[in-house]
């Protein structure tokens, strides 16, 4: 049974930075597709940022593009995402997911396992 954990999260000025990390566990093998979503209240769960297993592939959303990086350790089972230049627009609770496939995902609906996220509060 798969179990993701995501810490990291907290409250930052605008400008500022947060590492986000998430925790895979519940398997010995190294985990598959990896991506971060984020959820803000009254608004649909949104796609940031996949990486594929061996890291070496990776895709970002338009609005952070240049500004957040996905990255991974597979011997720890861990993905990242560091985040950069934070804007108050992306306060919102951030999720990680695996996906049993080894390409790249950007649906949230092809993602089977999931985190409980963690909150991320950028202030002006």
């Known amino acids: 049974q798969m179990q993701l954990v995501e810490s990291g999260g907290g409250l930052v000025q605008a400008g500022g930075s947060l590492r986000l990390s998430c925790a895979a566990s519940?398997?010995?093998?190294?985990?598959?597709?990896m991506a971060w979503f984020r959820q803000a209240p009254g608004k649909e769960r949104e796609f940031i940022a996949v990486?594929?297993?061996?890291?070496?592939?990776?895709s970002y959303a338009d609005s952070v593009s240049g500004r957040f990086t996905i990255s991974r350790d597979n011997s720890k089972n861990m993905v990242y995402l560091q985040m950069n230049s934070l804007k108050p627009v992306d306060t919102a609770v951030y999720y990680c997911?695996?996906?049993?496939?080894?390409?790249?995902?950007?649906?949230?609906?092809?993602?089977?396992?999931w985190g409980q996220g963690t909150q991320v509060t950028v202030s002006s």
């Open positions: 990486i594929r297993r061996s890291g070496g592939s990776t």
């Open positions: 997911a695996e996906g049993s496939f080894i390409g790249l995902g950007f649906r949230a609906s092809t993602y089977d396992y």
């Open positions: 519940g398997r010995t093998s190294s985990t598959y597709t």
